[in-house]
């Protein structure tokens, strides 16, 4: 797997082993990443001095295979260095691995800008092009199509040029999210300004010495006050501080990065940086992105203005019930907490009631069941594994059939100072194949924030709302894990951006369907399952607010390719117009989303609007499990053999047809929405 025999560091060595199962290691020293990063840099370096030097005579073993085994020894190596930023409690060495990812990132770009390297490849590729099928041909056209994106046919002094821009936007997105990982901003409230809050929820909370209680900034504290909190003054503080987050550091992160890519599309050709981006996603050009978003919200606005009128009836109704001053508008600081009265007083939908239902433990464990039946597999947990933190779970995935390893996955679901502060799934291992023809297992994290319990002798208890988020993200999860591209680069989630969603978004449904919520909830004190009449009445609040939310996340799509459509961009004002055109309630006064949202510095940049577009696939998939019965295992194991198991190997639309026997449709998209 590598070039040199001569190895710096104790790690790098270990990885070089071709050796099956778990191959991770976890860094217990600031060293430890410093000297991985620099021998995955130097060794790499060398792999590709020698593909440069067999451009005379290139051939699959000289050109091709050492670029894929290469790839397989950076992708698991960058993890080992970057992954502790986002999870380690070690201050030190989150800083390390972040410095670490600069590196990495750095060389990244170096080496897409390998002229000599691009040369080889082109020249095994023209005189082997007939010769080479299949994933092999994909995995070799692919490499050719991002040199060229890159701009290597391009004079040398843009290439400089481009590099040089190149590393900037490297720099300061890994700065945008060490920003918002390291952000740690509390507010502090006596009980009496915290009326209406649950009393498991307050408990949690620490108490200062000023006799008050601490809020931190983070979604198990600040999503409970926004719907729940019953003064208006409270929930106005804690939305301004929450979308104030990292304002005077990631606001002009952002507008740098706006124009830093912007002007690598201009001396890429392109006529911005999201024509760029989408020309390889599944949407292709700006215009047609555009026309998606406007259409679907030409669709919702009559619905989204209905809502409004009603949560201001619900607002009125609410303020003469609590004795407060009606101001005859909706706030921002209002909108959580109307939505919520309207669940609970139209479709008498309580949240904190619910949640009695559905114990983590409980909902956790039938999660898994749930895709082991669906999906053929068989999970057992790891008690001896090594982890990164005393809370995180590991589990090997077996073949239910065969009893074959298939692959690994750790669960870290409770927030911690430090931690990455949204829900996601990191790919650690791909599933590939390795130079001697034996397979690299997967292995994969679902990282999260749920509330944990204050109290170790209670259970901690998750809204359904939580219940929803741990199906989509655990669908990731065995997204990476079903993984059986041959190349590192196909695998798991490598699809078109704009359908990675579509599979865990296809996995949501369960928490809406009778028989999965029979399921997934056990009363905390009887241990009875959900009644009938509070699935009947939860299924029916699924489109409550419908028109408000998904305009919000059309407001979001669109603002992302507003700003990546421009040279530059003030992205607060740009922001604060869009979202008071489509909601018609402008941002609070002083603050900048979008300085803490992540993704457009976390690799969605131009593809925000992947959400919404992959949602309308993923009805359509889960169409065919209605169809067949939700848990049909026949079922599921077609949809792993035609989409979750190809990775990138093949295009998503040729994915959809295999499942679906036929084009997908936004048929079952819009009849679910009631559109």
Known sequence: LCASAVMVSEFFSKLCKSAAGNRLLFPKSTEQIKGLASDLISESRKVLDSVAASKDAPSWDATIQPLANNDVIMSLGGVICDFPQHVFTDKSLRDAA????????????????????????????????????????????????????????????????????????????IAYQKNMNEENSSLEFSQEELPGMPSDWMQGLKTLESGKLEIKLNYPNVFPILKKCQRS?????????????????????????????????????????????????????????????????????????????LLLEVKKEDCAKLGQEFDGKINP?????????????????DHEKLKQYFPMEHVVKQVLDIYQKILGFRFQKLDDAEVWHEEVECYEVLDDASGDLVGQFYLDLH?????????????????????????????????????????????????????????????????????????????????????????????????WEAESLKLLSKHVETSEPLPDAEIDALCKARNANLGILETRQLILGLFDQAIHSMNSADVAEVFAEIQTRLWGIPPSPGTCMPASFGHLAGGYDAQYYGYMWSQVFSYDLFGRFKRDGILNKDTGLLYKECIISRGGTVDAMDMMRNFLGRDPSQDEFLRLKGL
């Open 233 to 309: 003054e409270t929930r106005r503080l804690v939305e301004n501080a929450f979308n104030s987050r990292c304002k005077d550091t990631n606001k002009k992160i952002l507008e740098d990065l706006v124009a830093l890519r912007a002007e690598v599309a201009g001396k890429l050709g392109y006529e911005t940086h999201s024509h760029y981006v989408l020309e390889t996603r599944m949407a292709k050009d700006p215009t047609k992105v555009k026309e998606f978003l406007t259409d679907l919200a030409g669709k919702l606005s009559s619905l989204k203005s209905e809502e409004m009128n």
């Open 415 to 511: 927030p911690r100072e430090g931690k990455y502060g949204h829900a996601a799934c990191f790919g650690l291992q791909s599933g590939c194949e390795l130079p001697d023809g034996s397979r690299q297992i997967p292995v994969a994290a679902m990282v999260a924030n749920f509330t944990k319990s204050s109290d170790p002798s209670k259970p901690s208890l998750m809204l359904h709302d939580e219940v929803e988020t741990l199906l989509h993200e655990f669908g990731h999860v065995m997204h990476d894990i079903c993984s059986q591209a041959k190349f590192a680069e196909f695998a798991g989630t490598a699809v078109e951006r704009d359908f990675v969603e579509a599979p865990s978004q296809m996995m949501e449904n369960f928490a």
């Open 333 to 349: 600081w209002d909108v959580r907490y109307l939505m919520n009265l309207v669940e609970e007083q139209k479709y008498s939908v």
């Open 98 to 173: 972040t410095e670490a990812d600069e590196e990495l990132s750095a060389f990244g770009v170096e080496a897409g800008m390998r002229v000599d390297v691009f040369q080889a490849v082109e020249a095994f590729y023209q005189s082997n092009s007939s010769a080479i099928q299949g994933e092999d041909k994909r995995f070799v056209e692919r490499m050719i199509r991002d040199f060229k994106r890159n701009g290597l046919h391009l004079p040398q002094e843009k290439r400089d040029e481009i590099k040089d821009l190149k590393n900037k936007m490297s720099k300061l997105s």
